[in-house]
Nanobody, 121 residues
Framework: QVQLVESGGGLVQPGGSLRLSCAASGSIFSIYEMGWYRQSPGKQRELVATMTVSGRTNYTDSVKGRFTISRDNAKNTVYLQMDGLKPEDTAVYYC???????????????WGQGTQVTVSS
Protein backbone atom coordinates (compact mmCIF):
# COMPACT_ATOMS: atom_id res chain seq x y z
CA GLN A 1 0.00 0.00 0.00
CA VAL A 2 1.25 3.45 -0.95
CA GLN A 3 0.24 6.62 0.81
CA LEU A 4 0.24 10.01 -0.89
CA VAL A 5 0.37 13.20 1.12
CA GLU A 6 -0.47 16.39 -0.75
CA SER A 7 0.10 19.96 0.31
CA GLY A 8 0.21 23.48 -1.06
CA GLY A 9 -3.37 24.27 -2.01
CA GLY A 10 -5.17 27.42 -0.99
CA LEU A 11 -6.78 30.66 -2.07
CA VAL A 12 -4.97 32.90 -4.52
CA GLN A 13 -5.88 35.91 -6.63
CA PRO A 14 -5.98 35.69 -10.43
CA GLY A 15 -2.48 35.91 -11.81
CA GLY A 16 -0.99 34.49 -8.65
CA SER A 17 1.06 31.37 -8.03
CA LEU A 18 0.87 28.22 -5.96
CA ARG A 19 3.09 25.17 -5.64
CA LEU A 20 1.61 21.79 -4.91
CA SER A 21 3.61 18.91 -3.46
CA CYS A 22 2.84 15.21 -3.22
CA ALA A 23 5.04 12.77 -1.32
CA ALA A 24 4.65 9.02 -1.74
CA SER A 25 5.56 6.51 0.93
CA GLY A 26 4.99 2.85 1.67
CA SER A 27 5.71 -0.37 -0.20
CA ILE A 28 7.44 1.13 -3.21
CA PHE A 29 9.92 -0.70 -5.39
CA SER A 30 9.86 1.99 -8.05
CA ILE A 31 7.60 4.74 -9.36
CA TYR A 32 7.07 5.08 -13.09
CA GLU A 33 4.71 7.98 -13.60
CA MET A 34 3.60 10.74 -11.23
CA GLY A 35 0.98 13.30 -12.07
CA TRP A 36 -1.70 15.75 -11.16
CA TYR A 37 -5.40 15.69 -12.00
CA ARG A 38 -8.16 18.09 -11.05
CA GLN A 39 -11.89 18.05 -10.63
CA SER A 40 -14.32 20.96 -10.50
CA PRO A 41 -17.91 20.69 -9.25
CA GLY A 42 -20.10 19.06 -11.87
CA LYS A 43 -17.16 18.09 -14.07
CA GLN A 44 -15.17 14.95 -14.63
CA ARG A 45 -11.69 14.56 -13.23
CA GLU A 46 -9.17 15.65 -15.85
CA LEU A 47 -5.46 15.28 -16.37
CA VAL A 48 -3.40 18.38 -15.62
CA ALA A 49 0.18 17.16 -15.98
CA THR A 50 2.19 13.96 -15.75
CA MET A 51 5.86 13.11 -15.65
CA THR A 52 7.59 9.78 -16.16
CA VAL A 53 10.66 8.63 -14.26
CA SER A 54 12.78 9.53 -17.28
CA GLY A 55 11.44 13.09 -17.29
CA ARG A 56 8.95 12.94 -20.13
CA THR A 57 6.09 15.34 -19.47
CA ASN A 58 2.53 15.73 -20.66
CA TYR A 59 0.29 18.74 -20.04
CA THR A 60 -3.29 19.50 -20.81
CA ASP A 61 -3.50 22.35 -23.32
CA SER A 62 -5.13 24.82 -20.94
CA VAL A 63 -2.14 24.88 -18.57
CA LYS A 64 0.75 24.77 -21.06
CA GLY A 65 3.11 27.66 -20.47
CA ARG A 66 1.68 28.36 -17.01
CA PHE A 67 2.14 25.14 -15.01
CA THR A 68 5.34 23.16 -14.54
CA ILE A 69 5.54 19.63 -13.21
CA SER A 70 8.73 18.32 -11.64
CA ARG A 71 9.74 15.45 -9.41
CA ASP A 72 12.43 14.40 -6.98
CA ASN A 73 12.89 10.67 -7.54
CA ALA A 74 15.06 10.28 -4.45
CA LYS A 75 12.22 11.63 -2.31
CA ASN A 76 9.36 10.05 -4.30
CA THR A 77 7.86 13.50 -4.52
CA VAL A 78 6.15 15.32 -7.36
CA TYR A 79 5.53 19.06 -7.59
CA LEU A 80 3.24 21.27 -9.60
CA GLN A 81 4.27 24.90 -9.94
CA MET A 82 1.23 26.89 -11.00
CA ASP A 83 1.78 30.41 -12.29
CA GLY A 84 -0.61 32.81 -13.93
CA LEU A 85 -3.55 31.19 -12.21
CA LYS A 86 -7.02 31.82 -13.58
CA PRO A 87 -10.46 31.41 -11.98
CA GLU A 88 -11.08 28.42 -14.25
CA ASP A 89 -8.16 26.65 -12.56
CA THR A 90 -10.26 26.42 -9.40
CA ALA A 91 -10.65 22.75 -8.53
CA VAL A 92 -9.60 19.99 -6.19
CA TYR A 93 -6.20 18.79 -7.34
CA TYR A 94 -5.31 15.13 -6.93
CA CYS A 95 -1.92 13.49 -7.08
CA UNK A 96 -1.62 10.14 -8.84
CA UNK A 97 1.27 7.69 -9.02
CA UNK A 98 1.93 4.53 -11.01
CA UNK A 99 4.26 2.29 -9.03
CA UNK A 100 5.68 -1.18 -8.57
CA UNK A 101 5.87 -3.02 -5.27
CA UNK A 102 8.27 -5.54 -6.81
CA UNK A 103 9.84 -6.10 -10.27
CA UNK A 104 7.65 -9.14 -10.92
CA UNK A 105 4.27 -7.70 -9.99
CA UNK A 106 2.04 -5.54 -12.21
CA UNK A 107 1.95 -1.79 -11.78
CA UNK A 108 -0.47 -0.26 -9.30
CA UNK A 109 -2.01 3.18 -9.00
CA UNK A 110 -2.68 5.36 -6.00
CA TRP A 111 -4.54 8.63 -5.53
CA GLY A 112 -3.97 11.39 -3.02
CA GLN A 113 -6.74 12.81 -0.88
CA GLY A 114 -6.94 16.02 -2.90
CA THR A 115 -6.10 19.62 -2.14
CA GLN A 116 -8.35 22.57 -2.90
CA VAL A 117 -7.11 25.34 -5.17
CA THR A 118 -9.32 28.42 -5.38
CA VAL A 119 -8.52 31.31 -7.69
CA SER A 120 -10.63 34.33 -6.89
CA SER A 121 -10.36 38.04 -6.29
Amino acid sequence: QVQLVESGGGLVQPGGSLRLSCAASGSIFSIYEMGWYRQSPGKQRELVATMTVSGRTNYTDSVKGRFTISRDNAKNTVYLQMDGLKPEDTAVYYCNVEYLTSPIRPARYSWGQGTQVTVSS
